[in-house]
């Protein structure tokens, strides 16, 4: 196994201080964690139930008094709720630093992911609602009434266009998730989502009459576009060039550790105030012929030391396998870090690291930034062979400077056994129980395949591990 | 979420929405009276003007007299007089006003009829109606700038207009 340790600066382990000591911060760290999160989400609800009220107060309940009036009542709140829930998700996206580090990047991209369908749905039911609706106090038929919003009304004929277009973002998502397609796809798809929100604008201030001019509920549905189209222009376009520009990153060192797996070390100005952990991942471009023109998510394989930052990739997709051939001095821009698969996300002073393949590389990094005294912590490496056990003697080290117990779990696994273990460790009898006995007191970090990892999250859940004592980083956007 | 919050996070949406309902009620009971009052003002003949629609210029509707052409045409090819609109169906109640010419000019549109299907519906007629009247006046024409948040009003009321101005031989 050729493994080399291009530069490496072991954090400082608190050793010090007590035990009890750091168990209450990190409850406290914990309980804080847990605080800034039921917040966010109570705004959530908030924020629904703010466009209800700014209906009702419009006196949206005369639209119940008549039947004939419900449809035009429903889609209008219909349309609300939908495009409140929009912009929620937009923020969910936008990779706000304080959702990030409360939530972690996956979670809200999981929330996001779970609204996009009924989000779809209320605005679908706000433009059929509205067709029949305002179809019978016109005396149309809802075809007829849709043509009559086209041809006739201002705005219309665009917010059409959005829907349409809302439409194929949504089902493209659904379809890219299942099917796989590229990242590259995906991402142009989702940019047609900004259109389809600023064309649906315009109609929303001169069709809906709850935002007619001189009112507040205008300035307040005009501050919530803003502020959501804000967030993610600032996050995810102004903060990611300013801080490229400002720590100018340049591959220093291209290090191949196994076959198909390469490290790339880049080094750059000031790079202690991105306030990077071990665990957390990037978005990284690399400013180099035909690479340019993608970008790609990839953990950190060390804990950045304020000089310099290292990933370890797999040869994954296309854009990995080039990887080494970039060259020293190539430049690098970047959007991150991200992730709450840090240190941060402590729940007891104890923790079990569990993972396969190049999921060892993140579990690597953050047992380099973790916290621990000794014999608090357990790391689990998976691989089917002994090349597949990346970064292996870093991780040994590191292991034995904290006092770790280290257990590796190599070989295929059991056939016709819905295992994450190995054939051997499973012949044997060994369970997550067994490899780390204190688990139940346990953080569990765990990083590999996402079919692999939800049978490690199955058996823990199985021990009694509440969720919150589990952490799982997931390949996916 | 803990429970504690989910409860904290309901109860002040409640009230979020309590505050709404409370804003609103009153033109939920005002409209209640109102729905026969606003099926009784349908289209009618020049010079009854509708009581929920009334905007500021219907006041001057008394005075009219139908579709007369009493002085000599001016230059801009109408005759004096008082014109009819037609009456312009919207998901929002009907509309018509009629056209008072004098001297080849517009010099006043009068509202008979505007958009009433709600309460909201006749704010929005009080609001909109006056300026668009004053930006026909002021362009001699029918065809002027939509006032968002009244695009019905507006665009029907123009319409009714635009009729009245091509009953009158009105060219501009």
């Known amino acids: ?477 | 979420m803990r429970s504690g919050s989910a409860f904290m996070a309901g109860l002040g949406s409640a009230a979020i929405i309590a505050i709404g309902w409370q804003a609103g009620v009153g033109t939920l009971t005002s409209a209640l009276p109102q729905s026969g009052a606003s099926a009784s003002g349908t289209s009618n003949a020049a010079g009854s003007s509708s009581g929920t629609s009334s905007s500021s210029s219907s006041s001057a509707s008394t005075d009219t007299s139908s579709q007369a052409a009493t002085t000599a045409p001016a230059a801009s090819g109408a005759a004096d007089g008082t014109y009819d609109g037609s009456v312009v169906n919207t998901r929002f109640g009907t509309v018509q006003v009629q056209a008072v010419i004098s001297g080849g000019k517009i010099t006043d549109v009068i509202a008979v009829k505007l958009t009433d299907a709600d309460r909201k519906s006749v704010a929005i007629s009080q609001q909109v109606a006056p300026m668009v009247r004053s930006e026909v006046l002021t362009a001699q024409s029918a065809k002027v700038a939509n006032i968002s948040g009244g695009t019905y009003t507006t665009q029907a009321y123009l319409q009714s207009l635009q009729s009245a101005l091509d009953a009158a031989g009105f060219t501009g």
């Open chain 1, 1 to 477: 196994m050729t493994s080399t340790a291009p530069y490496r600066t072991p954090q400082p382990a608190r050793r010090g201080s007590a035990t009890s000591e750091r168990a209450t911060a990190i409850k406290r760290g914990y309980k804080a964690r847990l605080r800034r999160g039921d917040l966010l989400e109570t705004i959530v609800y908030f924020s629904v139930a703010i466009v209800l009220a700014l209906f009702l107060a419009d006196g949206g309940a005369t639209y119940f008094i008549n039947i004939k009036d419900v449809a035009t009542g429903v889609g209008i709140v219909t349309g609300l709720v939908g495009s409140d829930l929009l912009l929620i998700m937009l923020i969910l996206a936008a990779r706000i630093p304080a959702i990030d580090r409360t939530f972690g990047h996956d979670k809200a991209l999981a929330l996001h992911r779970k609204l996009g369908k009924p989000v779809l749905y209320l605005i679908l039911a706000h433009m059929l609602l509205l067709m029949i609706g305002y179809g019978i106090a016109q005396g149309l038929n809802p075809v007829a009434e849709a043509v009559d919003m086209i041809v006739n009304q201002q705005d219309m004929s665009i917010a059409f266009i959005a829907m349409g277009l809302l439409i194929l973002v949504v089902v493209t998502s659904l379809v890219i998730v299942r099917r796989k397609l590229s990242y590259e796809f995906w991402y142009i798809v989702h940019l047609l989502s900004y259109g389809a929100i600023l064309l649906a604008l315009p109609h929303q201030f001169t069709q809906g009459m709850m935002f007619a001019e001189g009112t507040w509920a205008r300035w307040y549905w005009m501050a919530l576009y803003v502020g959501a189209l804000a967030s993610i222009t600032i996050c995810r376009v102004i903060v990611p060039i300013a801080s490229s520009l400002r720590h100018d990153l340049r591959v220093s060192e291209v290090v191949i550790e196994a076959p198909g797996v390469v490290s790339v070390t880049m080094r750059g100005r000031e790079l202690d105030a991105l306030r990077a952990q071990g665990g957390q991942f990037f978005q990284w471009r690399f400013w180099a012929p035909g690479f340019f023109w993608q970008s790609h998510p990839y953990s950190l394989s060390a804990h950045p030391d304020g000089r310099s930052l290292r990933i370890t990739v797999r040869d994954l997709g296309k854009g990995s396998a080039r990887l080494l051939k970039i060259k020293p001095g190539t430049r690098v821009s970047f959007e991150g870090p991200y992730g709450l698969f840090t240190q941060e996300a402590r729940t007891t002073n104890k923790a079990v690291f569990v993972g396969a393949g190049i999921g060892i590389t993140p579990i690597r990094a953050l047992l380099e930034a973790s916290d621990l005294a000794p014999h608090e912590a357990t790391v689990i490496l998976r691989g089917s062979d002994n090349t597949d056990v990346y970064l292996w003697q870093e991780t040994y080290d590191l292991c034995v400077e904290k006092s770790a117990s280290l257990r590796v779990l190599v070989g295929h696994r059991p056939r016709g056994v819905n295992t994450w273990l190995s054939a051997e460790a499973y012949g044997k009898g060994e369970s997550l129980l067994t490899l780390a006995p204190k688990i139940k007191e346990s953080d569990l970090y765990i990083c590999g395949p996402t079919p692999w990892t939800e049978l490690v999250i199955r058996d823990a859940q199985r021990l009694g591990l509440k969720d919150h004592q589990i952490h799982a980083e997931r390949f996916d956007f």
